[in-house]
């Protein structure tokens, strides 16, 4: 059973602490996205990897978030220093880029004292 | 950009009745229009979707119409069970990078 795994699936950390999120892909997609959810956002797309070059990341905070494929099976998402308003719900998907569709993970719940 | 707007926010059935959601959206170029169902602790699952060329696709209990002319698009679920209560999600986005845009969520409360 194919599934985007993510790491850690909590975390609670304290403020100006650096946090580093992990996605593992579905086998074979070459698509990878990163998104947040908040109750007052909703789903917010932060970075979009394809063949793990990144295409769009205009969503992303540029001087505290980075995101990273170091290799096809793994996609990181890193805050450094972290806040408050960072505490969210982050989710990886991966897809393939001949099709539309996007299999989320379980997601990372991060609160940032 | 495109923008999408889902209603209701909450709907609150009993079991065995139908629900609706529905979805607009302003891009005329998009044409594909995926519903994601969320549950508590989870991430959301793809249930459902409908590419533009096409008006209206099943899959057993739930069911997603596409208007293009009037862009707005909608989820019916018959014959609701307890398992069904979850938060839906609808989304728009177009061919080439496919990054979709979501609706904020409608929160589906089947009661037994």
């Known amino acids: 059973d194919a599934r985007v795994t993510q790491t850690p699936r909590h975390k609670v950390t304290e403020m100006g602490q650096e946090v580093t999120m992990r996605c593992q892909p579905i086998?074979?997609?070459?698509?990878v996205f990163w998104y947040r959810q908040t109750m007052m956002q909703g789903l917010e797309l932060l970075a979009y990897?394809?063949?793990?070059?990144?295409?769009?990341d205009s969503g992303m905070p540029k001087d505290r978030f980075s995101a990273e494929m170091p290799d096809a099976t793994l996609a990181t998402l890193k805050i450094q220093p972290s806040e408050p308003r960072d505490s969210a719900v982050y989710f990886c998907?991966?897809?393939?880029?001949?099709?539309?569709?996007?299999?989320f993970g379980p997601g990372t719940r991060l609160t940032v004292t | 950009g495109e923008n999408v707007e889902q209603h209701p926010s909450t709907l609150s059935v009993q079991e065995g009745d139908s629900a609706v959601i529905k979805c607009t959206y302003s891009d005329s170029a998009s044409n594909y229009f995926p519903w994601y169902k969320q549950e508590l602790g989870k991430g959301p699952q793809l249930i459902i979707d409908i590419r533009s060329n096409v008006g209206e696709k099943k899959d057993q209990r739930i069911a997603v119409t596409l208007n293009k002319t009037a862009k707005h698009f909608s989820l019916h679920i018959t014959e609701t069970q307890p398992e069904d209560s979850a938060v839906y999600f609808c989304?728009?986005?177009?061919?080439?990078?496919?990054?979709?845009?979501f609706g904020r969520g409608t929160s589906l409360i089947v009661h037994p």
């Open positions: 086998l074979g997609h070459n698509t």
């Open positions: 989304a728009a986005s177009k061919g080439g990078s496919y990054i979709p845009t």
């Open positions: 998907a991966s897809g393939l880029s001949t099709l539309p569709e996007q299999y």
């Open positions: 990897f394809r063949n793990r070059a990144p295409l769009d």
